[in-house]
């Protein structure tokens, strides 16, 4: 009987101590959502219009992880004295504050309440109907000519400032910052455009009472500059004409696992309100208190609350853009939750050059997935200064920001191209494609070269044109015609004298390789279709 009893007190404990998140802080599943009220066929209860719009114009479905925790567990637990600080409807769950052991004892005796994830009982969908009109703004009808400042290199790396060119700034695609603090973006010249046309959507604090702006860290603002500046002349984002909520999930004054919660918290509720994009220039490994320290074990993808709940932002039509960590330089050197999760991108930092930098943490993951997925220049980056200039910083809290904004500016040219498919094209973009690594992963994002893969068509075509990416080129071009031709078609290569000197079938749009044996010079592409014959110039190199 004494074996029994001292068994079962080790067995309280590790049970305990593995749902302590933090000093006096617990957490706990429900074992289920009976009797919340709602219905995955009536998202429009639980979701906004342009929630439920995000995911059809995807063709993805509600679920009942986007079902609301039921509101009489979390009374029932009230009525105990129990003080919610989180909830979670993704995982199913609730953060606690000032709960000791013993009243810790008496929530899980609750039938509702378990230690165990929670998992939803059915993998049911619902798939709402294809919205009319368009997701996104139309791009501009000319180019911004924008002179980048501070941001040049930068952007042009990625060669975003071609995509701009084209038009794509991230009119009418939503992105949302969880971060730390945004000290004076509201007296801030970059952001002096947002806010005076209306594109701060608005803000949310999850840690504290004090206003956003007059937090004391500056990192969230940083971050904010990198994607949402248009200071023409000294500098200007990836996403200058996106639309932007700020979060506050992070405590600088301390780091505790209950961060993560607010993450989680923060995201489900950008989520319900329609965003496109989340940009978290954060991450998770070391605690206060070694108890509560995370392993390279945890980087699964799978074992922390956060990075659990990253994974399943795509899943609902949210590209999540995440930092890989600072950690290159420090025993700890891998990756921190959330940049271990499944279907985000995960960005390293690099500097002008292109070359790691060195402080940027490295993969792969746990189960050996490449990451991180993608780099961008976090070395030396351009960002607004708190004094009212512009600045210079480094980590890749800088780099991941740059790739999220970009994102957004490629996706208003694509709206209807999956989550998960685009954070693919993003990959297939880097210069690494051919042999990712732990330390660059897919490499350096070529987002001209991203917006031409894609083998849907931008939403700025127009009837008769026939456009063609690379030219000149050299082994390779990708080929888009209007909406309409899209199928298989007869490619001709004619001389400058009209010879025919090489003919095939392709499927337009896409890639198509160039024939070995022709010489470098001019030829000119004929394609015939059932709505008329296209020509373009091309150069072979």
């Known amino acids: 009987m004494k074996l029994r009893l001292i068994t079962g007190m080790l067995l309280w404990i590790s049970v305990a101590s593995a749902q302590q998140i933090a000093d006096s802080v617990y957490w706990v599943y429900f074992t289920d959502k009976n009797g919340n009220g709602y219905q995955i066929d009536q998202p429009e209860e639980f979701l906004s219009e342009r929630s439920v719009n995000r995911r059809a114009w995807q063709g993805l479905g509600t679920d009942h992880r986007d079902l609301p925790v039921t509101a009489a567990y979390l009374e029932e637990l009230k009525g105990m004295g129990v003080e919610i600080r989180h909830i979670s409807k993704w995982l199913n769950g609730v953060a606690m504050i000032n709960v000791d052991t013993l009243l810790f004892e008496q929530v899980l005796a609750r039938p509702f309440t378990d230690t165990v994830a929670w998992e939803p009982e059915s993998d049911d969908l ?264 512009v600045a210079r910083g480094s980590g890749t809290s800088f780099s991941s920001p740059l790739i999220a904004g970009s994102v957004a500016s490629l996706w208003q040219a694509y709206p209807e191209v999956p989550a998960k498919e685009m954070i693919r094209w993003v990959q297939q973009s880097g210069d690494r494609n051919k042999n990712p690594d732990a330390t660059y992963g897919f490499g350096l994002p070529d987002f001209l070269r991203a917006y031409w893969s894609v083998t849907d068509l931008p939403v700025r075509f127009e009837p008769g044109q026939m456009e063609i990416y690379p030219n000149p080129a050299r082994d390779r071009i990708m080929i888009k015609l209007p909406e309409d031709q899209m199928g298989n078609y007869t490619l001709r290569f004619h001389d400058l004298s009209g010879r025919v000197i090489h003919s095939r079938q392709v499927s337009i749009p896409g890639e198509i390789s160039i024939p070995e044996y022709l010489l470098s010079g001019m030829y000119i592409l004929e394609i015939h279709t059932d709505r008329g014959i296209y020509h373009t110039r091309l150069i072979i190199e």
């Open 126 to 389: 619902y798939f709402p109907p294809l919205p009319s009109g368009t997701r996104f703004e139309p791009p501009l009808t000319t180019s911004p000519e924008y002179d980048y400042g501070v941001a040049t290199k930068q952007v042009t790396m990625l060669r975003m400032d071609m995509l701009h060119d084209l038009g794509y700034t991230g009119e009418g695609v939503w992105i949302a910052v969880l971060d730390a603090g945004f000290k004076n973006v509201d007296s801030l010249p970059s952001f002096e455009p947002m806010i005076r046309e209306g594109r701060l959507l608005g803000t949310r604090n999850y840690v504290n009472d004090i206003p956003l702006f007059r937090q004391s860290s500056t990192h969230g603002m940083y971050v904010l500059s990198i994607m949402g500046a248009e200071w023409n002349g000294n500098m200007v984002g990836t996403a200058p004409h996106a639309s932007y909520i700020l979060c506050m999930t992070e405590d600088v004054e301390q780091e505790t696992r209950i961060e993560e919660i607010a993450w989680i918290e923060a995201a489900e509720y950008i989520d319900s309100l329609g965003f496109d994009v989340i940009n978290t220039s954060l991450g998770y490994s070391v605690f206060d208190g070694d108890v509560y320290d995370y392993t390279y074990r945890d980087m699964d993808g799978r074992s922390t609350y956060i990075s659990r709940a990253a994974s399943l932002t795509a899943s609902r039509g949210i590209i999540a853009s995440n930092s890989a960590g600072n950690s290159g330089n420090d025993p700890w050197f891998y990756i921190t939750a959330p940049a271990d999760a499944y279907d985000i991108l995960t960005v390293g930092a690099v500097d002008s050059t292109n070359e790691i930098a060195s402080f940027s943490s490295r993969g792969p993951t746990l189960d050996v997935r490449i990451k991180p997925d993608v780099v961008g220049m976090g070395d030396d980056t351009g960002i607004q200064s708190i004094w009212g200039g």
